[in-house]
């Protein structure tokens, strides 16, 4: 056997000795762990926790998978019911102004709704509202201060349009007038002498105070002036409204306060007097709102804005008056107003009708009052002419005057 030979067989050897005692140690460490590790049934704990299974998908989540699948017909569905809620809405509107507005009436056909209009008697705002309520089935019963107003409501020649004499001066006389009032309410009524007797229902206060006054500075505005304005629009609104609340709170009536609300709104230089007004009989409202409240009565005020009237325009036309160009809202959608305001259940608080009501109000309620005298030319020299949007008294329906300012 040579060198080479016996050199290769030793190493073979080591190495044989070598795996040996590798596989005894591995087969030590084996029967170690063996013996350390628990049974199966402790060796479950030691196991992970199954994964947890997903919840089921929500509705919204099946919608939203159902709409990414079908893309083309939900944009087919989303078309069909924008188009058909437009229609609808157009076509309710139109349903809505061509339905006949009527009071209810007993089955023998006699009127049983009163309603009580207190403003200035021929004022045109106020005569086309009173002759509107009676159209529409009232008995509309118009506040008169003297005999030449109750000559002006009986010249209308209407049944159920009748004046009722209120003496403001004399509060014992005033009494016994609403004790007429009243018991007119209380007694029964029969429409012809064979049909079952009724009983009238007060079911509105409707107060059209005249708040107007001409345009002057405060200096050149007497203390007559100032007493004439708030004794007969201020203390007289009041005082017709005293008079009234028991009857109001008896029949659960709606007191409705309308008055313009144009000029007061911005307070422009020389408004003082109109402005004032507006603001005692804006304070009395919320006042009185406040209280009849928990008598379950509904006080609305009506912000009145521009209205056109055609027997007025017709008439300013015919005497060569100027007649603004500016398209100011019917006459018509004020009637309206009040009468849904009169039926309805419940009632709004604030009622803004007529063109410039509500955006003029915004105005003169956030913008700063040095912006708007800004506007309205409160800066100008003496002599200088403005344009106020106001109600004219001789037109009743709001136009663009010239006012002088002077100052």
Do not use: C
């Amino acid at each position: 056997m040579t060198d080479a030979q016996h050199l290769f067989d030793l190493a073979r050897k080591q190495f044989n000795d070598i795996a040996d005692d590798v596989e005894r140690h591995f087969e030590l460490v084996a029967g170690q762990l063996r013996e350390w590790i628990p049974t199966d049934k402790g060796f479950s704990a030691f196991q992970p926790p199954a994964p947890k299974r997903l919840p089921p998908p929500t509705t919204l989540q099946l919608a939203q998978r159902w709409i990414s699948h079908h893309r083309a017909l939900t944009a087919a569905a989303v078309a069909f019911l924008i188009t058909g809620s437009v229609g609808g809405y157009i076509y309710v509107r139109s349903r809505q102004n061509r339905r006949r507005r009527r009071a209810r009436k007993y089955p023998s056909g006699a009127r049983t709704e009163v309603v009580v209009v207190a403003g200035a008697v021929a004022d045109p705002v106020t005569s086309a509202l009173y002759l509107d309520l009676e159209r529409r089935g009232f008995v509309v019963y118009v506040v008169a201060s003297n005999g030449e107003d109750e000559r002006y409501i009986r010249s209308q020649s209407r049944a159920d349009l009748l004046p009722l004499h209120l003496d403001l001066v004399d509060p014992f006389t005033a009494q016994q007038q609403m004790g007429r009032f009243t018991s007119l309410l209380a007694r029964e009524h029969r429409a012809f002498d064979t049909a079952e007797p009724h009983t009238l229902k007060f079911v509105g206060l409707v107060l059209v105070p005249d708040t107007r006054a001409p345009a002057a500075r405060i200096e050149d505005v007497s203390s007559e002036e100032w007493s004439d304005g708030l004794n007969a629009k201020v203390l007289g609104t009041i005082a017709t409204t005293q008079m009234f609340l028991p009857s109001v709170v008896e029949h659960k009536a709606k007191i409705l306060m309308l008055a313009p609300s144009v000029t007061p709104s911005l307070r422009p230089a020389g408004h003082a007097v109109e402005s004032t007004v507006y603001g005692a009989l804006d304070g009395f409202v919320s006042s009185l709102a406040a209280e009849m409240r928990e008598e379950g009565v509904v006080v609305s005020q009506f912000k009145l804005g521009n209205f056109e009237i055609q027997a007025v325009s017709a008439k300013q036309r015919r005497e060569g008056q100027v007649v603004s160009r500016i398209k100011a809202t019917p006459v018509r959608r004020l009637q309206d107003a009040v009468f849904n305001a009169l039926v309805q259940k419940g009632g709004r608080r604030t009622w803004h009708v007529g063109r410039g009501s509500l955006a003029y109000d915004v105005v003169g309620s956030w913008v700063p009052a040095g912006v708007v005298g800004w506007m309205m030319g409160g800066g100008a020299r003496k002599g200088r002419v403005v344009e106020v949007e106001e109600l004219a008294s001789s037109a009743g329906s709001l136009t663009w005057e010239k006012v002088e300012q002077d100052g």
